[in-house]
């Protein structure tokens, strides 16, 4: 039973460039949440998909949008990456209505603006 | 603003030593989280606490959430190299259950040969 996967593990961009992640969640698992880990700080809630819309969203601007398909994937995008865009992005999934169980994380995409 | 702190956030301790971290909380929730994070790694789920006066042990963890004082702690007894590594608290502040987490500063453990 794979886990909750992702890709690219690593990423190098230049400032302005834009960016796509991407998310398989856990099998059985229909509901994605986006996740941003700076260096030495927790994990940072972005945004969550849920039935191919978004349902939640932290305090991250527009540059920041996403999307997820009917096999419950999901991407993430960032446009005009910034030098503090710079993180550790962390894909999560869940199955709804199951709400005594926890998020299962994805080993994440590091990714470094320069 | 919701706020979840944990202290301390740097902890060096000797094998085979107590110690507890704990977790604060600004925000009425009865769902916190426990996660550990290797360095580069991500992180791996450790207990579930979804009411006032819950208490869950694993190994050298125990984990017990006090939902009036916002308060959680993580317990480490007789600790040992392996415990080494960061660990988050984590709450569950949506109102329908979909799993929005505010993640805790985190506490970062050296335990010392």
């Known amino acids: 039973d794979a886990g909750v996967t992702q890709s690219p593990t690593h990423l190098i961009k230049t400032r302005g460039q834009q960016v796509t992640l991407r998310c398989s969640p856990k099998?059985?698992?229909?509901?994605v949440s986006w996740y941003q880990q700076a260096l030495g700080q927790g994990p940072q809630f972005i945004f969550q998909?849920?039935?191919?819309?978004?349902?939640q969203r932290g305090n991250f601007p527009d540059r920041f949008s996403g999307h997820q398909f009917p096999n419950y994937s999901s991407e993430l995008n960032v446009n005009a990456l910034l030098l503090g865009d710079s993180a550790l992005y962390l894909c999560a999934s869940s199955e709804t209505g199951n709400w005594d169980s926890p998020l299962h994380f994805g080993n994440g995409t590091r990714l470094t603006v320069t | 603003e919701l706020k979840v702190e944990q202290n301390p956030l740097f902890l060096s301790m000797q094998e085979g030593k107590n110690y507890t971290i704990y977790c604060n909380y600004s925000?009425?929730?009865?769902?916190l989280y426990w996660y550990r994070q290797d360095p580069g790694k991500s992180l791996e789920s450790l207990f579930v606490?979804?009411?006032?006066?819950a208490v869950k042990q694993e190994g050298r963890l125990m984990a017990s959430l006090d939902t009036k004082a916002r308060l959680s702690t993580l317990h480490i007894t007789a600790a040992v190299h392996d415990l080494s590594a960061t660990y988050f608290c984590?709450?569950?502040?949506?109102?329908?259950?979909?799993?929005?987490?505010?993640f805790g500063t985190g506490t970062r453990l050296k335990v010392l040969a």
């Open positions: 606490l979804l009411s006032n006066g």
């Open positions: 984590a709450v569950d502040i949506s109102t329908s259950g979909t799993y929005k987490y505010i």
């Open positions: 099998s059985g698992h229909d509901t």
């Open positions: 998909y849920y039935e191919e819309e978004e349902r």
């Open positions: 925000t009425t929730s009865d769902r």
